[in-house]
């Protein structure tokens, strides 16, 4: 994935399953992704559905309970991090590949239709790099596939500012657009999205930060500085005493090939 995110503390299995407060293993929060999943699923009977940059195959575990046990779909997760994919469950499929290398023909077998989900990835892929990306994605799919995403983007501008500004200063390349930009980007490499819907809101506390991506405290200190400086006051940004939490929003697009 492209950005500077080499001081990124990668957390695999059950570390990444605790982290954050347990967002990204959360039944519950996971729920409207599910839901959106199989519920495009249920319109396109896909023969295989391939979660791009999987981890350790929860989503794809939550799609196979609520499919149910006639649910005919091969189910694979793809992710670079061999470490992820060895704690998928029986059941599921692992391919050991970037997103941005894999091909179709490591998905589907000749002749099986194709389904693709994705959860918290476009933003690795900075500005510069999310319409490139979208290109990749619709080129693994034929006209009336679908491509479900859940991706971090904004309804308000100010909080938008501040979150790339936060993401800027810790040299992550990471970038957020907001809900009509992504909308616009997805939709200029060939989709139709068909509905969009919020997912819970993820909270990074500092500390959190500080750990995931090795900033050091007194310079996060001068970042948060800069952040409580930015007036009028984000709401993104949720202020402590020395200490401060971003609220980062996320929006499920069901898109389908055009």
Known sequence: MKGNTENEQKLYGESWNRAFGGYFSDPDVAAPMVKAVVEAAEL???AVIVDLG???GFLLAEIADSLGPDGRSRLVCVDEADAQLEDCPEGIETLDSRVETVWRSQ???EG???MLCMRSVLHYFGEDGLRPELA???SLLIPGEYFVHQTICMENEADRAISNLLYMRMDTGKWYPM???LLEAVESQGFLVESVVPAPPFDLTQVQLEERYGIARDRMEEIRDELESVSPAPRALLRGENTFTIRLDYQIMT???Q
Do not use: F
């Open 179 to 181: 809900v009509n930009e």
């Open 112 to 114: 099986e239709t194709l």
């Open 136 to 138: 990749k994605i619709r």
């Open 107 to 109: 998905l589907a077998r």
């Open 54 to 56: 999987g981890g350790t």
């Open 44 to 46: 396109s009977g896909p």
């Open 255 to 257: 898109c389908v090939a």
